[in-house]
């Protein structure tokens, strides 16, 4: 589906003769930013297409023009936030090494620091989805030095799901520890 201006086909941003459209890009920040209010005082599976548009203030179409399902919204936030955490990273060079280790303690207290995403990687209920993306985004960084340590790609990418997993058990027990139990956790990860 096109218009004579703009590429309406869900999830572009493009327009045919000006790059990028700012209002697209716009409307699925707001899209992204109602769903992690939502998910502050609904379960995932609660929060409807109907709720979020309301929640942004559009209406189910414009929704739609953006993404199929509240799923999608999902994992655009969770590629927002790996993004911009390793953003952070690399311009003040943590996790340096490439290795699982470098990345633990920064990655749950930026997190745990961060309330806008924090829900997302402390929540349970979205663990598997979260592992998911986080695999399928630290893929790159992290295969290299698994292959290189003679694994196959599939043990590879068990090895990040176990290390994935054990990342955001870590964020959700320093989330809901107190003040002074914090230090023994990061203290732990030292111990890797």
């Known amino acids: 589906m096109k218009s004579s201006n703009i590429d309406i086909e869900r999830g572009s941003d493009r327009t045919p003769d000006r790059g ?12 992204k930013g109602s769903f992690l209010e939502l998910l502050k005082t ?12 309301e929640k942004a203030g559009i ?19 969770i590629d927002d936030a790996l993004t911009e955490i ?10 340096t090494e490439g290795n699982f280790k470098s990345y633990v303690a ?10 806008r995403y924090r829900l997302l990687f402390t929540d349970p209920d979205l663990s598997s989805i979260v592992i998911g993306r986080t695999i399928a985004y630290n893929d790159r960084i992290f295969a290299r ?3 290189a340590a003679g694994l196959t790609p599939k043990q590879a990418e068990a090895v990040l799901r176990l290390q994935a997993a054990g990342m955001l058990e870590v964020c959700t027990t320093y989330a809901n520890a107190k003040d002074e139990e914090k ?10």
């Open 86 to 95: 390793f953003t952070v990273f690399t311009f003040v060079g943590l996790g």
């Open 20 to 31: 990028f459209d700012r209002r697209s890009l716009y409307t699925k920040d707001l899209i």
């Open 42 to 53: 609904h379960s995932f599976t609660s929060i409807s297409v109907t709720a979020l548009a």
């Open 106 to 115: 920064p990655f749950c207290e930026y997190v745990i620091n961060t309330n």
């Open 59 to 77: 209406g189910r179409n414009t929704f739609y023009r953006h993404f199929s399902n509240t799923f999608e919204v999902l994992e655009a936030s």
């Open 145 to 147: 030095s698994l292959e």
């Open 183 to 192: 230090a023994e956790v990061i203290s732990a990860l030292e111990l890797l």
